[in-house]
Nanobody, 120 residues
Framework: QVRLVESGGGLVQTGGSLRLSCEAS????????MGWFRQALGKERELVAV????????YYSPSVKGRFTISSDNALRKVYLQMNSLKPEDTAVYYC?????????????WGQGTQVTVSS
């Protein structure tokens, strides 16, 4: 089994920064892509960024490209999402995902989510 635990969410003003962390435990995820998704109130869950443990295969949603950076630390089994220049529309619950198919919202393993709130 796989357990994903997110941390680092909180309340920040427009233009501020936050760094989310996702720690993976359980069986090996060498062939998995690690993704960050988010779900705003009343909206569908959407892909924010994805990376493979090798550091390859990085993808960003157009809405966050240039502001967010995804990275991984294989030794610590952690994936990070550095979020800069935050906007109110970035407010959402952010989820960590592990799936063999990068960016696949329909399956894989999920964390419990961490709330990010950006005030205007």
């Amino acid at each position: 089994q796989v357990r994903l635990v997110e941390s680092g969410g909180g309340l920040v003003q427009t233009g501020g920064s936050l760094r989310l962390s996702c720690e993976a435990s359980g069986r090996a995820l060498d062939n998995y892509a690690m993704g960050w998704f988010r779900q705003a109130l009343g909206k569908e869950r959407e892909l924010v960024a994805v990376i493979r443990w090798s550091g390859s295969g990085i993808y960003y949603s157009p809405s966050v490209k240039g502001r967010f950076t995804i990275s991984s630390d294989n030794a610590l089994r952690k994936v990070y999402l550095q979020m800069n220049s935050l906007k109110p529309e970035d407010t959402a619950v952010y989820y960590c995902n592990a799936d063999p198919l990068a960016g696949d919202i329909s399956g894989g393993f999920w964390g419990q989510g961490t709330q990010v709130t950006v005030s205007s």
